[in-house]
Every structure is written in C-alpha cells, then in structure tokens.
C-alpha cells in the first residue's frame, strides 16, 4: 500500500497541498478527482516519489519513499504522466521496451519480451509497434505511453506470490476518444483486479464512478472527502467541489450518472 | 507467450544492430589502412603492411610510419571517438540532436586555456621557468575546458538541483565570458601569436607523436566507457527528465556524470587537436537516422564513425596542399556545415 | 601569387631523382624555414639546393616558386619528408616543436637558427648556415662584405644630427593596426636607421590607440607595402583623424617598405637601413650602398 499522511507542499510561499491524507490500495482503483489547480498533479508527484513534501511522508509499504532508491521503486510502480514529448525517432515498440528498464540485469529481463507483447495487446497497439513514436496521433501516443507503464509493472502469470505493483495514472484519457478512454480504464480496472494498486486522476465523472472503487475529492491544495466511490460522488460533495449545479441519476440496475 | 515468427519482423531494428556496429567497424578498419597509406610521402602499400609488422625495412619510410602516420592516425581514432561520442551522450542528455559539449563551455574553456598560453606562456616561463613544456598548452586548454564545466555547473547547482534550463543559461553565460576573455587575450598578441592560436582553434593532429596519443587515450578511453555504461539512462532521459526518474534513473546523478565524462573525453582531444568542428554533431545524428535512437547503438556507433570521418578528414588535409598541410577543422567544417544547414531546414520543416 | 601546378610538378621532379643524389653536401637536398633564412640559403649560393620553403620565403623570386611547406609555425613533418631533404635549415621561429622532432627522429639534420633583431645576429645565422651548408669561405664573403656595408650605414647615421619620431603601424589580418613596442623587429630597424620609436615603452606589437598616437606625436609614419595594399592605399591611413593630426599625418610624411626587406633582419639589412635611413632623413645625403649578389636578385 502507497500512504501519503499529513502532506503539505509550499512552492515560493504559495501552499499547493495542504495536511493531505491518501492512500492507494492494492486491488482497488483510487479516483483523484477535482478542478484543475486542485493539486491532482502535485500530489501525484508526491506519491510517485518525484517530490519531497514540505511536511509529511509517503509510505511504500510503511517503509518512507525517501529511503527507498529510485530503482527499486521503479520495480514495484510505473507512472504514466500527462504530457511526454519525445522528439527522438523511437518506434513505438522501443519505447514500451524502455518500460522494462528497470528490470535489465535481474532475473526478470526474462520476461521482457513477454511484458513487451502483452502490454502492447492489452493497450490496443499492435498495429503501430513497428512504426516511429513521432508519425503517431496524441491518442496513440498517449496508448503507446500507457502500454510503457503496464510494461513496467508486469508480471507473469505463474501464481507465484509477490508484492504489490501499482500504477499511478495522470490523466490517462485527456487525449483519447471515448473508445478508448474505456479501453484504458478497462485495463487499469483488471489490472486492480490482479493485484495492482491503480491511482488515476480522472477529470470525467462518470468515468470516475464506473471504474474506481474508491475517490479522492480534491479542492484548492485540501482533501474535501475520500472513502468509497459511493461515498464520496455525492451531489452535494461534488457541488461543493466544482461549484456547479450536479445531479445524480441512478438507474435501475445501480448504475449512476453524473448530470453537470 | 511471444509467437517467434510475429516478434521477428518487430524486432528487426534491434537484431540489425550488430550488423550496423560491425559495418561501422570495418569502415573504421578501411580507414585507418587508408590514412596509413595515405600521405605526402608515396609509400607503397605492401611497405606501410611490412612497417606496421615491424619488418626490416629502410629507416626513414619505417620512421614515417611508425612515428608519424601510426600515432596521428591512432591520436585521430581516439579524438574521433571523443567528440562524437561525447557529442551523442549530450544530445541524449539534453534531448536535443543539436545539443553539443560546447553548450557547456568546453570548447570555450579549452580555448581560452590554450590562448592564454600562446600569448602569455613566454612570458609565464620566464617567472616559472619550471613551466617551460610542450605539455603547457595541452594541460591549459585541458583544464580550461573542465573549469568552466565545473563552473556552469556550479551556477546550476546553485538552486539545488541541475535544471536544464539553468544549466544552459549559465552555459550562455560562462561562453560569453570565456569568449571575451579570449578575445581580450586575442587583441593583446602579436601577430605570430595570433596566427598560432588561429591555427590552433582550426584543429590540427599534427600534435599526434606517441606521447600525445598516449596521455590523451588514457581520460578518453576512461570517459567513454562511462558514457557507454549509461546507455540506457540515456535512452529513459530521452522520454523526459520525469518519465526517466520513475524508470528508476538517477536523473541529477546521471547528468553529473554524463557532463563531466564528455568535458573530460573533449577536453582531452581538444587538448592535443584544438577545435575540431562539428563531429560531435553530425556524426551521432547520421548515426541516429542510420539506426534509430537507442543509444546502445548511438553511442559506440558514433565512436566508430567518429573515428572513422576524423581519419578520413585528416587523410585529405595531410595530402590536398602537400608538403603543406590543411587545418582538420577546416575540412571537417567543410563536410559539416552543409550537411547542419540540411539539418537545421529539415528540423524546422518537421517542427 | 603561387600556383600549385608548378610546386606539385617540381616536387614530382626532383622526387624522381632523390634517390640517385650523391650524398655528399654539394649535393644536398635543403629546406628553408624562414624568409630571411631563404635569403641566406641563396646569398651563399646554394639556392639550387633548396627543394622547398615555407611561406614567408618570397625572396628571391626562385624562393616563391619552391614547394611549399607551409606557414613557418604550421610545418608538417611528413610534408618536410616528402620532399626527401638532408638538411632542413629553420628560422628561430619555426614550429611546432613535434613536426621538427619527428623529422629529425626520421634522420633529417635540422639546423635551427637563433632569433635576434641586431646586425650580429644576421652574422651568427650566416656564418651558422654557412656551416650548415658546408659554404663557410662563401659565409665569410657574405659578412665580410655586410660588415663594410653595415659599418658604412651605421657611421653616416650616427652623423645624423635629429632623431625623427617614428610611429610603425602593421596591419594584422582582421585584429586592426597593431603598433609596434621593445623587442621587435620594426624597433629595431628605426633605431639603427637613426630614428626613435614613436611607441617604445612597452613588449611587442599592440593595437593601436588613436589616443595613444596622438600622444606618440610621430613625425613620420612607417608602414609595410603589404599594408598599405590592404588598407587600400596611404589615404586610407590619413583617413584616420588621430593619424591625420599629427606631425606625419599634417606633413603627409609615411614611408612604406617591403616586409621582408624591412623586417626580414636578413643579408640585405645594411641596404634596408640604409633605405629606410634614407627616407627618414631626406635632408641628409646617405650614400648609396654597392649592390651585392644577395641584394639585386630576381
């Protein structure tokens, strides 16, 4: 489990975070929602270990993320960020292939392949593999990235007992169609059901409450509520946070809709 | 599991690799008899085999061999390798093809360590007579160079951690300085000592007897292998600063060591040859369309082929006015300069 | 200017036959480094020795039309192997050091000539190269006839009752005019043709201050032909407002020589000064000096 307690983030007098709490579960898909400048990406960075909090610490299975070296974390959680330019002619493959980095030299480089092809199939890029990163859409790229992070945290499927991966996703669908928008979280959400702990900042609602189990409300640096998914996407919390009107439709099978 | 037959096709680039190293290598090999062929004094080519086998022979074509054409064209190989490979390592570090060991004042540096010697070395000898050496020059261009990386990187520092964009502001800053102290250095000499560090900041191997080959292979060969060792940091770096550091890269560590093996690689060559421009450039990226980015071919490639151009370009300018012979910058800038323009206009219409 | 074409096709000739000289020195194959070097090498007749020289080498005639070995500090020792020498015969400003060393490991004899700006050292370098050459009585001849010439100069000189300011401007590639302190060879040649260094005082050649000129207050202007050639002409001087105003620039006095002749410091010296003696105190009457095999070459 990834547990951030008490985390305060100060840039140039300006207080980004303040006494946030969160954590992310193994198994379980954490929403991080909120308006932009919320702090969703600080407090990401945070959690990825890319940020020393002003006040606070992060916790990787109670041991601090600060005596943990950047190898090692990078065995156990990949991050999948919200902007990646790379101007170098890479072909798509290459760069997945960049997400079993941190495996090179140990056991696990046996699998690399494996990972590689796998995580290609599950993001839906196997068409493009071969060809460069540059000549790709934003949508492909964007899925090319996310087949990168899943790479990295792959492992195979021999029932073997291991420590948890997570995979910490920042705003993985800005950029793609609705398809695959699904597509994405449908990943994410069957990853969480191997094992994985996933944290997502998700800016559509209704995508946030289809897929997480759990959700994060974000507003101006502070924590306005966590817990459930159910718990947490109210009207009333939602209003509070966005300052816009919100309904909640429920159908009759428990699916919800978020109307803005 | 991973079908054989579909990986194959994929893999391709990767599986050439080999094939691109080994074809660079023969080049380098192509090369290297060639410059030892080549030269103001027509020697047959069964002679230069025999000199290189250490066979009997008549002393003044062994001695052009084996103490002038042998050590120049090693001295050429490894100036080669410097440049192009440290060339490549920046380019990955900083995410830019057109990224050079100048940015961070090596060139720079170098050269004001190298004027300030030939204008004010006699005068320097005359208070220190102790420092009377052929090795001053070499060892003043050598520790200017690595002074004002240390010192950019110092400046950068002072926030905490190396930002890039600091770093190259600070690099813009220590170039201008560098370059008016040299400039002021320039205005002051004579004309001898004005010609001499013209010819100097032109580039020349004709500092190349086995003694400078030997102290220069030494910091580069040490240098390179570093360089070499971080091929895949640089690869994650090329994803973003970010992306490398949550791939497990130590990414303010890296930039350290990265900087400070290619300001020791150039400013050894730099040293011994003076400005030689443009490998460090054109080399890595004809290498990178030739094989893509991945710097565990990028980098011994452009050592390879560093080498091999240095050879080439020397070859022309030992033989095109002999006896005489042409500044290598002036011949590497002549086959380099177009070919950056060519980048540049592709670059921008790719942008 | 030189063509290539010519040095490449002598080269090749006298390559044909390198291996058929005898070896005694007669025979030898020299090279020059050094215009005034050249000079010698041809004073003491031994010009159709010479199979290459480097740059600066423009005089005689002959000398321009040798091989090139390139610029005097720029030497390649393989290029000085090519042309197969016995000897090379190098100026005290000959370089780099590395070139010399592995031309000599290869077995070539160097004779390096000491620098020096005085009349005896243009007699040290004869009579060095005089040795060298294996042209000693040739040597005495030349210095014997250069010490009555240089006497002769320096007695009417010092008859010369006013010593006129001199300033001397050089034009060096893009770097501007530099004028010349102490210790150079401009220095030297006002002093022994009975004039004062406009700008003594300090080390080597510094560019030129308009400021600095105005204070120098030079009677006279002395430049270099290959300057005046790339200032455009003389009037380009005068165009300069602090030259202009003063003393030389109101009375239009400059005198322009050859480089070489001027600062060559070879066996044609005692004529230089005499010229430049000459042309600095017009009111006096120099005699002329006897012209000498060296001094009236092609």
Known sequence: MIRASDISVLVGGKCLLQHADISVKPGRVTALIGPNGAGKSTLISVLAGERKPDRGEVLLDEIPLARISPLALARRRAVLLQHSALDFAFTAEEVIELGRLPFSGTPAQAFDAAAIDDAARLAGVLPFLARSYQTLSGGEKQRVQFARAIAQIWRPDDGAESEARFLILDEPTSALDLRHQRLVLDVARRLADEGAGVLAAIHDLNLASAYADDAVLLKGGRIVASGTADEVLTAPALRACFDVEVEILTRENGQRAILV | ?351 | MRTRTISFTVSLAVMGFAFAAPLHAEGERIVSVGGSTTEIVYALGAGDRLVGADTTSIYPAAADALPDVGYVRQLSAEGLLSLSPDLILAGGEAGPEVALSQTEAAGVRIVKLKEGYTPESVQAHIEAAGIALSRESEAETVNAAFREDIAQVLADVEKLENKPRVLFLLQAGRGGLLVAGDQTAAHAMIELAGGENATAGFTGYKPFSPEAATEAAPDILLVTDQTVEMLGGTEALLSDPALAATPAGESKRIVSMDALYLAGFGPRLAHAVRDLAAALHPEADIAPLPARPWTDME
Not at chain 2, 142 to 163: D, E, P, R
Not at chain 2, 181 to 196: A, C, E, K, P
């Open chain 2, 1 to 351: 599991m991973t079908d054989i037959a579909a990986a194959l096709p994929r893999m391709s680039r990767a599986a050439r690799r080999p094939a691109i190293l080994g074809g660079l290598a023969v080049l380098l090999a192509i090369a290297f008899v060639a410059a030892l062929s080549t030269g103001a004094v027509p020697i047959p080519f069964t002679d230069v085999l025999r000199a290189l086998a250490g066979m009997e022979m008549d002393s003044r074509t062994a001695a052009i061999i084996q103490s002038i054409r042998l050590p120049r064209a090693l001295l050429a190989v490894i100036a080669g390798m410097a440049l192009a490979g440290a060339g490549a390592a920046f380019q990955g570090l900083f995410r830019n093809a057109l990224a050079d060991p100048s940015l961070i004042g090596v060139s720079g540096g170098a050269a004001l360590g190298a004027v300030f010697v030939i204008v004010l070395g006699s005068f320097l000898v005359g208070i220190l007579p102790f420092l009377a050496s052929p090795w001053l020059l070499p060892l003043a261009a050598f520790a200017g160079g690595l002074a004002a990386t240390f010192a950019i990187q110092g400046l950068a520092q002072l926030q905490g951690h190396a930002a890039t964009a600091t770093l190259l502001l600070a690099g813009i800053a220590i170039n201008a300085l560098t370059g008016a102290l040299t400039g002021l250095l320039v205005y002051v000499s004579n004309d001898t000592q004005l010609r001499d560090f013209t010819f100097w900041s032109m580039g020349s191997l004709a500092s190349g007897g086995w003694r400078a080959v030997t102290a220069a292979a030494l910091p580069i060969l040490l240098a390179l292998g570093i360089i070499l060792s971080r091929a895949r940091a640089l690869d994650a770096m090329l994803l973003g600063e970010r992306e490398a550091l949550h791939l497990g890269v130590q990414v303010q560590r890296l930039k350290h060591v990265i900087m400070v093996a290619a300001a020791l690689a150039v400013s050894s060559a730099v040293a011994f040859c003076g400005i030689i421009a443009f490998v460090g450039v054109v080399v890595p990226h004809v290498v990178r369309l030739l094989a893509g980015p991945d710097h565990r071919i990028v980098l011994p490639g452009s050592m390879l082929a560093g080498a091999t151009l240095l050879l080439v370009a020397d070859s022309f300018a030992r033989v095109i006015v002999a006896p005489a012979e042409l500044p290598i910058g002036l011949v590497t800038a002549a086959i380099g300069s177009p070919f950056f323009l060519w980048l540049l206009i592709r670059n921008r219409r790719a942008a």
